[in-house]
Structure formats: structure tokens, C-alpha cells
Nanobody, 121 residues
Framework: QVQLVESGGGLVHAGESLTLSCAAS????????MGWYRQAPGKQRETVAR???????NYADSVKGRFAISRDNAKNTVYLQMNSLKPEDTAVYYC???????????????WGQGTQVTVSS
């Protein structure tokens, strides 16, 4: 069984920083892309940032220059460094991973349970 567990959310003031972590554990053969998504109240879930197994990244326009995604393949962990946070960044942040649980599986997408980030003005 595969689990993705996020940590690092919390309440901060505008302009401050937070770092989110997401560790994948369980039966994992290989991991392809990993990513961060967010969902604000009353809005659809949106992509924040994604990173491939080779380290290529892409970001939502709204976070470019402020957020940085990275990963530690040895730890099956993806990070999201969030700087210059704004009230509009307030949301539940979810990580996901496209991974193969075993050599006999193709890539499946797994999600974490989410972590709340609240930015006060």
C-alpha cells in the first residue's frame, strides 16, 4: 500500500515563507512526476507546481518567482518552498505522485490527504 503524507502547513502572515514536504512510502518500485496542487474554498483544485524524475519543473503563473519545487529521490520526497506568501495563496495543498507500486504495475496516481496553508493579511 502506498501513502503520501504532507507536512509543513500552517498559519503565516503575508510576506512570510513556508516549506511543505510530502513523503511517499509503502510499496514503491519507481516514481515519475510529483506535484503540488491546491484548492481554495469554493474553487476548483489547481496545479501549483510539478517536477519530473529528472528534475524538470513547471509552475502556475500565479506562483512563478515565489515558489520552488524540489525532490529528493532517495527519500521519495517532494518539497514546496513558498516565499512571499499572499492571502490568495490560502488553500489546502495536496501532493501527488505518478508511481509504479511494483514492476508488474504501470504508473498510477496517488494523492496525499492535504495540508492547510492560511496566509493572513
Amino acid at each position: 500500500q502506498v501513502q503520501l503524507v504532507e507536512s509543513g502547513g500552517g498559519l503565516v502572515h503575508a510576506g512570510e515563507s513556508l516549506t511543505l514536504s510530502c513523503a511517499a512510502s509503502g510499496s514503491i518500485f519507481s516514481i515519475n512526476a510529483m506535484g503540488w496542487y491546491r484548492q481554495a474554498p469554493g474553487k476548483q483544485r489547481e496545479t501549483v507546481a510539478r517536477i519530473t524524475s529528472g528534475g524538470s519543473t513547471n509552475y502556475a503563473d500565479s506562483v512563478k518567482g515565489r515558489f520552488a519545487i524540489s525532490r529528493d529521490n532517495a527519500k521519495n520526497t517532494v518539497y514546496l518552498q513558498m516565499n512571499s506568501l499572499k492571502p490568495e495563496d490560502t488553500a489546502v495543498y495536496y501532493c501527488n505522485a505518478d508511481l509504479r507500486p511494483s514492476p508488474s504495475n504501470w504508473f498510477l496516481t496517488y494523492w496525499g490527504q492535504g495540508t492547510q496553508v492560511t496566509v493572513s493579511s
